[in-house]
């Protein structure tokens, strides 16, 4: 429980500090451009929502609140425009007619939801000054969710898949080395479940912080510049990735089942040969990767 709770954590806190940090900026910018006697909520509000962790695009999050902010906003002042008073049944009509109207556009499911909390705040606060202030708000704060999730605050996607590659490379060397002394009766089952355990969990990270890292290279003005390096380096971690649970996987199960031999030293020298490719990635190189890569597809061929 506790290291579930941890790895939440962990996953939610970059997201989590850019989204306070964003809030804070966008009151900030609100209360200059409007004055101290105006309230900028919404321009924080729409920073947090725009990166609220979790969220598969955080620019299209923005660009989709700020078009439910005014289609709400809209909605809501025609429907006071034609009947001058707040009734539930014009209430629902206006909230109806804003998801609609802003479910059309086919974008994020926030512009359905954004447009419709517009729309019941125009017709609770009525028509003027507010009206036009909210839609400033919006701008500024889905503005500022812009700037961080595009430039600002972009974590760097070599940087992620060095520092998650290099624990599974780490985890798969430790397994190799276990299995190497369970081999030679050094050590026992125990040791050797704990590290395969180990290496799974290191790669199921991975595997995750490299869908993470391709939203990055479609989604933000720095993973656009390099997306073409970007994809090069993540397929070479998921090939590094397969063959090293592959070639660990089958060997520690049959040492397991008490079936290994010492012809299971064949498969710890391919390991080995991964190991250092992944080292090589770890160290952002790809020479040693694309040598032990070659060599396996020539061993193949042959």
Known sequence: ????????????????????????????IGLQ??????????AAVAAVVSLAPGLPSHSRQALGLLLGVVVGIVVGEAALAAS???????????????????IAFDV?????????????????????????ARVIDALIGGGVALAFSQVLLTPDPFAIMRKEGGKLVRAADALRDALCR?????????????????????????????EYVGRIAQRTFRGRMHKARIEARTEQWRECSKRLRLSLSDVTHTMLAREGGRDDGSKLDEAARWVEAGQSLSQGKGDKFRSVEEAEEKGVRE
């Open 1 to 28: 429980m506790l290291g579930r709770l941890q790895r939440n954590w962990r996953r939610a806190f970059r997201e989590s500090l850019e989204s306070a940090l964003a809030a804070g900026i966008a009151w900030w």
């Open 33 to 42: 451009v409007f004055g101290a006697e105006h309230t900028p909520l919404f």
């Open 84 to 102: 001058g008073e707040v009734q539930p049944p014009m209430m629902a009509l206006a909230v109806f007619a804003a998801i609609m109207l802003a």
């Open 108 to 132: 994020q499911p926030i512009i359905g939801i954004q447009a419709g909390v517009s729309a019941v705040i125009v017709l609770v606060e009525g028509q003027g000054e507010n009206s036009y």
């Open 182 to 210: 369970c081999r030679d009766s050094e050590c026992g089952r125990d040791e050797v479940e704990s590290a395969l355990r180990d290496m799974d969990r290191a790669a199921m990270t991975l595997d995750e912080q490299l």
